[in-house]
Nanobody, 113 residues
Framework: VQLQASGGGLVQAGGSLTLSCLVS????????LAWDRQALGKQREMVAM???????YYDSAVKGRFTISRDNAKNTLNLQMNSLKPEDTAVYYC????????WGQGTQVTVSS
């Protein structure tokens, strides 16, 4: 499984960004898709996850501000990020669980105060 994330960038606090992840396989067949992030000097952590049934799960730090979605027709996973905070600064990775976890190359999100 190949994943390609895009959409990162530099944004001011309070701003918005949308991340996209193009997946090489039919995502309708993938049970779990997720976005993880890793800030400098910290461990990678899950931000949001969506199941094939459309159930969503969010880390408490982003709940109410981020929205994860999947477009099965386009084999794309998205993450809409609103009300961004400096502590959201990290490299964001999309993840697909197919037998085991697969990650893309990551996209940098930087939020300035």
């Amino acid at each position: 499984v190949q994943l390609q994330a895009s959409g990162g960038g530099l944004v001011q606090a309070g701003g918005s960004l949308t991340l996209s992840c193009l997946v090489s396989e039919r995502i309708a067949n993938i049970a779990h898709l997720a976005w993880d992030r890793q800030a400098l000097g910290k461990q990678r952590e899950m931000v949001a996850m969506i199941t094939s049934a459309g159930n969503t799960y969010y880390d408490s730090a982003v709940k109410g501000r981020f929205t994860i979605s999947r477009d099965n027709a386009k084999n794309t996973l998205n993450l809409q990020m609103n009300s961004l905070k400096p502590e959201d600064t990290a490299v964001y990775y999309c993840r697909a669980t197919v037998l085991y976890d697969h990650w893309g190359q990551g996209t940098q999100v930087t939020v300035s105060s």
